[in-house]
């Protein structure tokens, strides 16, 4: 398997511009999830899907934020319009296991992606 | 509500000296705890994790960890750095009833020639 695989891997855009960023989970993981790292909050999970349902988007920072996932095999987080602040590098990873912790403990492991570095100018 | 706390933003040790990472949790039920590892530039990759079975895990690249429940602690170790060993290391927990994982803010771990 070729693992997470994110696109694209670096992105460059003016702010106020709309950026999408994608993401193709492992192949049979159920849950899925959008991490965003920066110096200054460390990693920060923005949102969660498990079986293509968003279960927590309590992580996203605001409005200007959105994420979909249309089947298991693909993902987005979109941010419309972008601002300076956004820069950060986002992270897709994926995982074998479902909502319930206490199931199959080799389930619960989750896989990265190598990360989208967004900078808005 | 559990939570995972690292001491040490910046821990720096020389070539062959022991590694020792510390990593502290909080949590109501048995926690399955991990460690990951984040070289430069790149994502993060599973070093090790504890899900009841070995209160001693052993992990890629030489490191292990001990699941301590009276300390709440999963302290990371490797007997002897390498150079390649230089990343930043993530202790998480999972989160009460879902697969959501609870990250530590990250230790950077610096090997000194």
């Known amino acids: 398997d070729a693992g997470v695989i994110q696109s694209p891997r670096h992105e460059v855009t003016e702010m106020g511009q709309e950026v999408t960023l994608r993401c193709k989970p492992i192949s049979g993981h159920n849950s899925l999830f959008w991490y965003r790292q920066t110096m200054m909050r460390g990693l920060e999970l923005l949102i969660y899907?498990?079986?293509?349902?968003?279960?927590?988007d309590s992580g996203m920072p605001e409005d200007r934020f959105s994420a979909k996932m249309p089947n298991a095999s693909f993902s987005t987080l979109k941010i419309q319009p972008s601002e300076p602040r956004d820069s950060a590098v986002y992270f897709c990873?994926?995982?074998?296991?479902?909502?319930?912790?206490?199931?199959?403990?080799?389930?619960?492991?989750?896989?990265f992606g190598p990360g989208t570095r967004l900078t808005v100018l | 509500a559990q939570s995972v706390t690292q001491l040490g933003s910046h821990v720096s040790v020389s070539e062959g000296a022991l590694v020792l990472l510390r990593c502290n949790y909080s949590?109501?039920?048995?926690?399955?705890l991990f460690w990951y590892v984040q070289y430069p530039n790149q994502g993060l990759q599973l070093l090790l994790k504890?899900?009841?079975?070995a209160t001693l895990v052993k992990g890629i690249n030489g490191f292990e960890a001990e699941f301590k429940k009276s300390e709440t602690s999963f302290h990371l170790t490797k007997p002897s750095a390498h150079m390649s060993d230089a990343a930043e290391y993530f202790c998480?927990?999972?989160?009460?009833?879902?697969?959501?994982?609870?990250w530590g803010a990250g230790t950077k771990l610096i090997i000194k020639p």
């Open positions: 998480a927990v999972i989160r009460d009833s879902n697969y959501q994982l609870i």
């Open positions: 990873a994926s995982s074998l296991g479902g909502l319930l912790a206490g199931e199959d403990d080799e389930n619960n492991e989750q896989f």
């Open positions: 504890y899900t009841s079975a």
């Open positions: 899907f498990n079986n293509n349902v968003p279960i927590d």
């Open positions: 949590s109501s039920v048995p926690p399955y």
